[in-house]
């Protein structure tokens, strides 16, 4: 089997030529397994029972046996498990000289208990893979709506993913059991891996140290979204200060967005879009009321107030009631001992702008348009107190609605439910694919730890 030679000792070696062969054959003939091979699986050790249910259910026809011989899926297969490293795991714990040398002895002597051998040890070693690499971990991401999680594969679930797929070969390639951003670093982590060798042979370098230490990083937190969040979904990217509307796996559209403060940062977090406000009001944060507001209020009084189109409520409610400013005690309000609901009126100078996209939360973050546009002029768009201002909410509307959403100016605030909540998902990617590079990002929220990278590099 040709695999990653850096990775690996000089006996772990396969014929590839009778894969390639075997993957010219006509499709008929790879349809279905020799009768003596799916014998041979039947009395094979599967050593799980779920890896034996696997194989019952589908009536012990193989998954990388093709006709007489091991298919050519399996030596992406077993790079992927070689190179375990890559995704912060032991390859030792998916046994891979073990399973090499069974492919090696399959494919030269193409008895049936050797293939069936073979491929039983592939078949626990994979899943057991793509168990670790999908197991929950903490990266830091909030799951507003808890569907939204990556979930864990059992050794069954993973194999019924890769039976499942149109092509196993295109999938593997593609870490399709991964959200899309995962295997490009991944594959990122691979040519630092082929640019260091390089180095040793005299080559230029095009890679450092920092570098894969930051795509490991993001590795991690592009290990938070899941594989298959749905047909659509918004990515916020709150390093790159960006968001893209997914459609069946595939960014569509794109635009500029305006995230928080280095003092105010933009939580990484997954809710469902459930419904949009158009002409909404601002509920102004209680430190934003003490900072900003109070001082206004002890200063000018309800000529303040009323400039802004501020008025006081009876609490943070949907129902609130408006209450007279004159029975606030501000200074209070100001020092922190008391606080106090305030709304800014809708309108167009209103902060949340035309409408507001609401994923419920607890943390008061949700996406929205603003009428300081301005702001989207600038490189680094750290602006906000924590929430996404979008830079054309009008066209993210017709984008999650499917039509236009109407907006009578002047109007009051109206609640527009969608038919279908639509997923978001809020990272932080201060390494991502951006076309043929990787873009190497500012790490404005100091979550990177010591050290950063500023510069994109040319994938080959």
């Known amino acids: ?40 699986l039947r009395k094979a050790d599967g050593g799980d029972g779920e890896i034996r249910g696997f194989y019952a259910a589908r009536g012990f026809q193989p998954l990388w046996i093709r006709g007489g011989t091991i298919g050519p899926e399996a030596e992406r297969a077993l790079d992927l498990l070689v190179t375990a490293d890559r995704d912060g795991l032991n390859p030792d714990s998916y046994r891979p000289r073990e399973v090499a040398k069974a492919l090696d002895r399959a494919v030269e002597s193409r008895s049936p208990k050797a293939l069936a051998k073979a491929e039983m040890l592939l078949s626990r070693s994979f899943a057991a893979y793509l168990r670790d690499v999908r197991a929950p971990r ?23 993913a890769a039976a499942r797929t149109p092509s196993l070969q295109t999938w593997l390639d593609e870490l399709g059991w991964m959200h899309p951003i995962y295997a490009q670093l991944r594959e990122a982590l691979a040519e630092q891996e082929g640019s260091r060798e390089g180095r040793r042979a005299g080559a230029s370098p095009d890679w450092d140290g920092e570098e ?163 702001l989207f002029a600038a490189a680094d768009r750290r602006f906000s107190s924590g929430c996404v201002r979008v830079e054309d909410a009008p066209r993210l509307a017709k984008w999650l609605f499917g039509k236009p959403l109407a907006v009578k100016p002047g109007g009051p605030e109206k609640r527009v439910d969608l038919p279908t909540p639509v997923p978001v998902f809020i990272t932080y990617l201060t390494a991502a694919p951006e076309g043929e590079t990787i873009a190497f990002r500012n790490d404005g929220y100091g979550r990177d730890g010591a050290g950063r990278a500023g510069r994109a590099l040319a994938r080959r």
């Open 1 to 40: 089997m040709r695999i990653d030679e850096r990775k690996t000792k000089p006996w772990l070696r396969l014929g590839v030529a009778a894969a390639i062969a075997c993957a010219l054959l006509p499709q008929p003939v790879l349809a279905q397994a020799r009768p003596d091979v799916v014998a041979a």
């Open 212 to 374: 894969a230490r930051l795509i490991r990083i993001n590795m991690a937190r592009a290990r938070a979204l899941p594989a298959d969040p749905g047909d659509r979904y918004v990515l916020v990217d709150a390093a790159a200060a960006r968001l893209w509307m997914y459609q069946d796996g595939r960014p569509v559209d794109s635009m500029k967005v305006i995230v928080g403060k280095d003092t105010e940062q933009t939580p990484m977090m997954a809710g469902l879009i459930r419904f949009a406000m158009t002409n909404p009001y601002w509920n102004i944060p209680p430190d934003l009321v003490r900072l900003r507001v109070a001082p206004g209020a002890i200063k000018s009084g309800a000529k303040f107030l009323k400039t802004k189109r501020y008025e006081v409520t009876t609490d943070w409610s949907d129902d609130a009631k408006p209450m007279s400013a004159a029975k606030v005690d501000w200074k209070a309000v100001a020092a922190g001992t008391k606080e106090v609901p305030v709304r800014q009126l809708p309108g167009k100078d209103n902060a949340m702008g035309r409408m507001k996209f609401m994923f419920p939360n607890d943390l008061g973050i949700y996406l929205h348009d603003t009428p300081d546009k301005k």
């Open 138 to 160: 903490q990266t830091g991401m909030v799951y507003v709506d808890k569907a939204l999680a990556p979930t864990a594969l059992t050794a069954r679930g993973a194999l019924e």
